[in-house]
């Protein structure tokens, strides 16, 4: 299986900052990763998919990179509603696997 | 717009087995396009891939789960279910039903199962 690992697990940041979470595969995915963001309660919301194609309706403060084994996930001016807690997931290959999780918490 | 429901039983007994149905609507669970899948979140904890089918009926399952899950289509009713047999404590959780290409876009509100007697 490959592994996704997150980091930070967590941040503390105010409304206006520029965040920055990293997720890195145990093997190369090429671009096949995704990006989801999840509040209390709620299912799972899809933002970025094959590394860094934004999907339709999410606000262009959030952006994708990387490719191989090294992705990120910016949100570039951190708005009230953006706190939550933040995936990754791989689609390279089965069995799907996810990123641990980072929350995003208000400073 | 898609739209994806879940429904089933909120407490299953250890050992037995656990079924749950996703329903469909604003699209086609026949569309060549799309797989269909079930993911889970154990409270507080991280989600969990646990298959898929496509509209013919091929299945791909999580090896760490394989053994006890099932997952089959009704293409005439617009759903997708899942099965899954000798259920434990950790097999307590939130299970979504999504739509896929890869990429999950669209997803249940998710069923909070609990697995105790």
């Known amino acids: 299986d490959i592994q996704m690992t997150q980091s930070p697990s967590s941040v503390s940041a105010s409304v206006g900052d520029r965040v920055t979470i990293t997720c890195r595969a145990s093997?190369?995915?090429?671009?096949?990763l995704a990006w989801y963001q999840q509040k209390p309660g709620k299912a799972p919301k899809l933002l970025i998919y094959?590394?860094?194609s934004l999907q339709s309706g999410v606000p262009s403060r959030f952006s994708g990179s990387g490719s191989g084994t090294d992705f990120t996930l910016t949100i570039s001016s951190l708005q009230p509603e953006d706190f939550a807690t933040y995936y990754c997931?791989?689609?390279?290959?089965?069995?799907?696997?996810f990123g641990q999780g980072t929350r995003l918490e208000i400073k | 717009q898609v739209q994806l429901q879940e429904s089933g039983p909120g407490l299953v007994k250890p050992s037995e087995t656990l079924s749950l149905t996703c329903t469909v609507s604003?699209?086609?669970?026949?569309?060549?396009?799309?797989?269909w899948s079930w993911i889970r979140q154990p409270p507080g904890k991280g989600l969990e891939w646990i298959g898929y089918?496509?509209?013919?009926?091929?299945?791909n399952y999580n090896p760490s789960l394989k053994s006890r899950v099932t997952i089959s289509v009704d293409t005439s009713k617009n759903q997708f279910s899942l099965k899954l047999s000798s259920v434990t404590a950790a097999d307590t959780a939130v299970y979504y039903c999504?739509?896929?290409?890869?990429?999950?876009?669209?997803w249940g509100q998710g069923t909070l199962v609990t697995v105790s007697s």
């Open positions: 999504a739509r896929a290409y890869g990429t999950f876009d669209y």
């Open positions: 604003g699209g086609s669970v026949s569309s060549g396009s799309y797989y």
């Open positions: 089918i496509y509209y013919s009926g091929s299945t």
């Open positions: 093997q190369g995915i090429s671009s096949w």
């Open positions: 094959a590394a860094s």
């Open positions: 997931q791989q689609a390279n290959s089965y069995p799907i696997t």
